[in-house]
C-alpha cells in the first residue's frame, strides 16, 4: 500500500506539469493598452472604459474586463472616480522607484549572465542579434520599436541568468520599463548613442570583470533618467 500510494502522489506530480498556452485575447488587450501609452494616444490621467477597449478592438467586455484587471494589477492603470479606470501618473517618485528595483535585479541577472556567457560564450548571440537589430531601426528613427528592442535586450539578459526569481521580478517590471524606455527614445537627442550603450552592455557580458557590473549597469540605468523629468505631451 506505501508504494502505491508513493506512485500515486509522484503521478500526480507529473500532472501539475506547466501547461503551454497560446496568447489570450486580454493578453493582447492589455499589449493593445500598453501600446496606447506608449504612443501617447492615452495618457497619464486619462480614462479607459470595458465599452471603449470592446468598441476599439472589437472584442467583448469580458477580455476588455480581464485585461483592464490585469494592468490594474500591475500598476499600470487605476482606479476612476468615474466609470472605467484611469492610466497611471508616471511621475518623479514613480519611475525612480521603479528604476531603483530595476538596477538592483539587473545587478543580479548581469553577474549571473557573465558567469554563465564565460563558459558558454554562445549564449550572447541573441543579444548581438539584438544590438544589431537596434542599430538599424535607429537610423531609421523609428523610436518606438527600439524601445520594444531595448526592453528585449534587458529580457534576454534576465533568461541568460538563469536566476528564475530574478528573472520573474524582472517580467513583472518589463510593461512599465516598456513605457518608459519608449519614451525615453523619443527623447534621445543621439539614438546610435544610445545604441553603443547596449553594445557596451554586450562586451561587458563577453569580456568585462564582475567587479565592474555595478558601475556600468547603474550609469546605463540612471543616465537617460533625465530625459523623464518633464511631464509627457501629446504629440501634436
Not at 500510494?5 to 489570450?24: C, H, N, V, Y
Not at 485575447?25 to 477597449?53: N, S
Amino acid at each position: 500500500m506505501a508504494g502505491a500510494a508513493k506512485l500515486d502522489r509522484s503521478s500526480a506530480q507529473r500532472g501539475f506539469r506547466p501547461i503551454e498556452r497560446a496568447r489570450t485575447i486580454p493578453d493582447e488587450v492589455a499589449d493593445r493598452i500598453i501600446m496606447a501609452i506608449v504612443y501617447g494616444e492615452k495618457l497619464p490621467g486619462d480614462r479607459i472604459t470595458e465599452a471603449e477597449i470592446a468598441t476599439g478592438m472589437n472584442v467583448s467586455r469580458v477580455p476588455a474586463r480581464e485585461a483592464m484587471q490585469k494592468l490594474a494589477l500591475q500598476g499600470i492603470l487605476e482606479a476612476s472616480e468615474l466609470r472605467g479606470m484611469r492610466v497611471a501618473d508616471f511621475t518623479e517618485e514613480r519611475i525612480n522607484e521603479l528604476y531603483e528595483v530595476r538596477l538592483a535585479i539587473e545587478k543580479v541577472t548581469f553577474r549571473h549572465a557573465m558567469r554563465r556567457a564565460a563558459d558558454n560564450p554562445a549564449l550572447l548571440a541573441p543579444l548581438e542579434a539584438l544590438v544589431e537589430e537596434m542599430n538599424g531601426i535607429a537610423s531609421n528613427g523609428d523610436h518606438i520599436a527600439v524601445g520594444q528592442l531595448d526592453v528585449e535586450f534587458h529580457r534576454t539578459v534576465a533568461h541568460i541568468a538563469q536566476n528564475k526569481m530574478a528573472e520573474r521580478i524582472w517580467e513583472g517590471l518589463s510593461q512599465h520599463l516598456l513605457i518608459v524606455f519608449c519614451r525615453e527614445w523619443i527623447r534621445a537627442e543621439d539614438p546610435p548613442q544610445e545604441v553603443k550603450l547596449h553594445r557596451e552592455l554586450l562586451e561587458l557580458l563577453r569580456s568585462g570583470k564582475e567587479e565592474d557590473i555595478d558601475a556600468i549597469l547603474t550609469a546605463h540605468v540612471i543616465g537617460p533618467h533625465s530625459l523623464l523629468l518633464e511631464r509627457w505631451e501629446r504629440p501634436a
